[in-house]
Nanobody
Framework: QVQLVESGGDLVQAGGSLRLSCAAS????????LGWFRQAPGKERDFVAV????????NYADAVKGRFTISRDNAKLTVYLEMNRLKPEDTAVYYC?????????????????WGQGTQVTVSS
């Protein structure tokens, strides 16, 4: 069992930055692949970024590539999402999720555990 708790969401102006954190509990954290997804109002949940258990493989959605950075600290059982040059279209509830195995999947259905989400609002 893995429990995930996101934090760091806020209201920020376009062009600003935020860092989201996702604190995990559970002995399998260090061997789990972790992802960030987001859901804007009235839309489906979309993939944002993923990081392998070792941290050496990352992948990003095209919409955030070059602006967002995913990282993890296995000693602290935490995964981060550094978001820069934020745009109004980045407004969404951001979720972290974990899956067993090393493949850095972007498919929502591959992830077993989910956090409750944290709201990010970017004003123009």
């Amino acid at each position: 069992q893995v429990q995930l708790v996101e934090s760091g969401g806020d209201l920020v102006q376009a062009g600003g930055s935020l860092r989201l954190s996702c604190a995990a509990s559970g002995r399998t954290f260090s061997s789990s692949t972790l992802g960030w997804f987001r859901q804007a109002p009235g839309k489906e949940r979309d993939f944002v970024a993923v990081i392998s258990w070792s941290g050496d493989v990352t992948n990003y959605a095209d919409a955030v590539k070059g602006r967002f950075t995913i990282s993890r600290d296995n000693a602290k059982l935490t995964v981060y999402l550094e978001m820069n040059r934020l745009k109004p279209e980045d407004t969404a509830v951001y979720y972290c999720a974990s899956k067993y195995g090393s493949s850095p999947s972007s498919r929502e259905s591959d992830y077993k555990y989910w956090g409750q989400g944290t709201q990010v609002t970017v004003s123009s």
